[in-house]
């Protein structure tokens, strides 16, 4: 370490998704964005910079839209209980109701009650609102499939969506775009 300068060290940040997110038994917490973070630590295993998109990155980054691109309202959902726990389902579309999606009907179960996480299904041409979606929902995963809209199945993570206004000042601002400073940049300057 004797060689090492300061110039050479960097500090990155998790990508967050919630900063005010609550788990299930009511604990403040702080929750990554899942594929920020996985790509995040596959670039700094790469040793790559973190904060330097690669080719492929930033062509999906381009491609893929804003979540804010497609108003909730414009997009309908089928939510469906992937678990034993009651009321899961219901508590979840109530959720993204308020959310500004639209859930009509009620919301249904799976033959399979032992889902572990939670996922969105959604068929070819509905890949940008399942986006929107997903942004909704933090960890959820996005899985393309031979589907004429988007289903939600709830695993037993049970997902919390999140508020999409905020009712009062987040302490610290949700980021996804990793950022690094260089030692001589941070805290280890004299």
């Not at 080719?55 to 992937?82: F, H, R």
């Not at 959720?95 to 500004?100: Q, S």
């Not at 509905?126 to 959820?140: D, L």
Request: aromatic share 6%; glycine share 6%.
């Amino acid at each position: 370490m004797r060689d090492v300068s300061l110039t050479d060290v960097k500090f990155a940040e998790v990508p967050l998704a919630d900063v005010d997110f609550k788990t299930p038994t009511g604990e403040s917490a702080v929750l990554w964005d899942k594929q920020a973070a996985r790509d995040l630590f596959t670039k700094i295993d790469a040793d790559q910079d973190p904060a330097k998109p690669t080719p492929s990155a930033s062509a999906s980054t381009s491609a893929s839209p804003k979540p804010s691109a497609i108003p909730p309202g414009e997009i309908t959902l089928e939510v469906k209980n992937g678990t034993l726990i009651t009321g899961l389902g219901a508590r979840t579309k109530e959720a993204l109701v308020a959310y500004g999606f639209k859930v009509p009907g009620k919301p249904g179960n799976t033959s399979k009650k032992d889902y572990k996480r939670t996922f969105i299904r959604y068929g070819a041409a509905f890949e940008a609102q399942a986006k929107v979606v997903a942004a909704a929902i933090p960890g959820a995963e996005l899985r393309k499939v031979e589907l004429d809209g988007i289903e939600v199945i709830l695993g037993s993570d049970q997902p919390k969506v999140q508020q999409q206004k905020s009712t009062g000042t987040p302490t610290a601002k949700p980021s996804v775009t990793p950022t690094t400073k260089t030692a001589m940049q941070n805290i280890c300057k004299k």
